[in-house]
């Protein structure tokens, strides 16, 4: 029986651990904190992220990362795109197949997750994994379907075949900078729809805001070597659609709080878990105007989460742009 190991256990991660046990593998789940990982080995169970969610006998958790990795046949590293870098740093040199389960752009480098693997581990084989997935709901076997993206098609087929089931349907592309940059832009979109339904402009602004999003994410994939077509499929369109109407989204929820008028400090410091956008939206526009792309929703998005413009301001202004043909 194949084994997986699992790198991050928050609830992304412990909902690929859970599902590699549902598709008949053993699972190595694996923690930083010590403390943290004996709390869930001891109750099996997350409670701190996927709480009243019990982990099937074949997942074993541990906070070393050689154990965890010892024998596995893949590696899912379910970590923030920001920590990326460090968690390989420190992980043996030689390492099974990755498949990358973070969605965004490194701050600093500017880089997509599997770029700053390429950067770290010269010559690793890697794939990513995104699409409209909600952890709690995948853990508790609910219907779900995802993409993993590499231009290497045995290895996203030998990844698909370790992970799937019938109730986690997954689908290969070839279109990895597609797939990346939909998993990056729609959590810096969903702050920006959620904050329009927190302020109270309706679901019509919401609607045109997010077709809107979609647009600059369809232009980035294509100025950087994606293609148009990725950003209607599951880690586009898909994603950008749970992320930006969901209510667990935390990016959402996130976007809801500052429509409200709360401080994004004051958000943050209530949350367990780590909503992406924030760290993104910054480096993406950064990314895109290096690739000579203009991203008025995301760019407005940056701005008010540096409290550079209030709401009011980022919306006249994404409402004063110059109309044209769509």
């Known amino acids: 029986m194949p084994k997986l190991a699992v790198l991050g256990a928050g609830a992304w991660g412990t909902a690929l651990a859970i599902q590699a046990a549902a598709a008949g593998h053993a699972a190595a789940l694996w923690a930083r904190d010590p403390g943290r990982a004996a709390a869930i080995a001891a109750a099996r169970e997350n409670a701190r992220y996927l709480p009243g969610i019990a982990l099937p006998p074949g997942v074993a958790v541990t906070a070393e990362a050689a154990a965890a990795l010892d024998g596995a046949a893949a590696a ?16 043996p040199p030689t390492l099974p197949p990755l498949l990358l389960a973070a969605k965004g752009v490194e701050q600093g480098s500017l880089r997509l997750p599997l770029e700053v693997v ?49 109730g986690f349907r997954l689908y290969g592309s070839d279109d990895p900078i ?8 729609k959590n810096v979109i969903a702050i920006a729809a959620g904050a329009v339904i927190g302020a109270g402009l309706g679901e019509n602004a919401r609607a045109a805001l997010v077709t809107r999003g979609l647009a600059e994410l369809s232009r980035l994939a294509v100025a950087l070597g994606g293609r148009a077509e990725t950003a209607a499929g599951l880690s586009g369109l898909g994603d950008l659609l749970l992320t930006a109407t ?33 760290a993104t939206a910054p480096a993406i526009i950064a990314r895109a105007a290096a690739a000579g792309v203009e991203l008025p929703v995301c760019e407005a998005v940056a701005a008010l989460l540096a409290e550079r413009l209030t709401l009011a301001a980022a919306v006249e202004r994404l409402l004063s742009r110059p109309r044209r043909d769509e």
């Open 76 to 91: 899912i590293l379910a970590v923030p795109a920001q920590h990326l870098r460090a968690v390989l740093a420190g992980l």
């Open 246 to 278: 969901g209510p667990a989204s935390r990016n959402t929820s996130l976007g809801m709080a500052l429509g409200r008028g709360r401080r994004l400090a004051e958000v943050l410091a209530e949350r367990a878990g780590v909503t992406e956008g924030v």
């Open 178 to 185: 597609g797939v990346q940059v939909g998993g990056a832009a």
């Open 118 to 166: 390429a950067a770290a581990r010269p010559g690793q084989a890697a794939a990513v994994l995104s699409g409209p997935n909600f952890a709690h709901e995948v853990a508790a076997g609910l219907p779900a379907a995802a993409v993993i993206a590499s231009a290497a098609p045995a290895l996203r087929d030998r990844l698909g075949d370790l992970l799937a089931t019938p």
